[in-house]
């Protein structure tokens, strides 16, 4: 393989459809994901690196709770060339008889979304559906857990390892579960239900990122919802004023990448 460039897994979280662009989160944006590729990217804070934590936790768990007797294989690395110069590359986090993707919940919308509203992201979906096209896998499943009980969001990034660990042991630990099944014409399906997207729509998700990559320009559009809420990817993304001046003044790829850098600030 010549690839040289490289879209991760954990960017495939929109698609696109009708020419339009979906992504419910900042991660599945164009301009996003050619930043990530130059090294500019969010650093990494106390609150990440708590939510990290708590995934790892959530692993062992998960293990202990619902893996016992399953063979699989854990943090299964997953790639596959898009273009000559791009590639595929992620972890695929547990892979069996089916792909599974864990999250865990620690914000009050999650939880408010998925255990009583009971729909699970639509961008964690995708990533599952990724890896699920990905593996050549026609079954998933996308298992949360919330720590809402005893965690709260907002106050993540003041916790210590310690006391994420102490909590999350006391937390109850509801579980959610949801199952995706891709179908025979490309669909997919959620428990039973079509889905808004296809197995096209991904991979036209994955050949435009590759362009972006190739030829280095900023995506004239953003990232468009599919649901009608208060949040969109832009939402919390600190970039919003920065394109915004780019939709007007349409400057080269060279000062969005720097100025990124310079409200970001990081460069790996
Ligand atoms: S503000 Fe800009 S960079 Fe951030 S998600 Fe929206 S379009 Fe992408």
Redesign the pocket.
């Known amino acids: 393989m010549t690839n040289t460039l490289t879209l991760r897994g954990g960017n495939c979280t929109g698609y696109i459809k009708n020419g339009q662009l979906i992504a419910e989160d900042?991660n599945g944006?164009f301009?996003?994901i050619l930043l990530r590729a130059k090294g500019v990217e969010e650093a990494i804070d106390g609150r990440t690196e708590n939510v990290f934590h708590l995934g790892h936790l959530s692993e062992e768990l998960f293990e202990q709770d619902k893996l016992q007797g399953i063979t699989y294989e854990k943090e299964k690395h997953v790639e596959h060339p898009i273009t000559d110069k791009v590639k595929f590359s992620g972890h695929s986090d547990y892979v069996g008889e089916r792909v599974y993707e864990l999250k865990s919940a620690t914000s009050y919308n999650t939880y408010k979304k998925v255990f009583t509203k009971g729909t699970p992201k639509i961008s964690n979906v995708v990533q599952l559906c990724t890896y699920m096209l990905a593996l050549e896998i026609p079954e998933g499943s996308l298992c949360y857990t919330s720590y809402t009980d005893v965690l709260d969001y907002k106050d993540m990034g003041g916790y210590t390892k310690e006391q994420v660990t102490s909590y999350a042991n006391a937390s109850i630990r509801e579980t959610k579960f949801f199952t995706v099944t891709i179908d025979d014409d490309g669909g997919f399906e959620l428990d039973g239900n079509s889905l808004d997207f296809n197995v096209d729509n991904l991979l036209q998700f994955q050949r435009t990122a590759a362009d972006v990559l190739e030829n280095e320009y900023i995506y004239p559009d953003?990232?468009a919802s599919l649901e009608t809420t208060m949040f969109n990817?832009?939402t919390f993304?600190k970039?919003?004023p920065l394109?915004t001046d780019w939709e007007t003044e349409r400057f080269e790829t060279t000062t969005f990448v720097s100025r990124a850098k310079q409200i970001l600030g990081e460069t790996k």
Do not use: D, V, W
């Open positions: 900042s944006c301009r996003r953003r990232p990817a832009c993304c970039l919003k394109c």
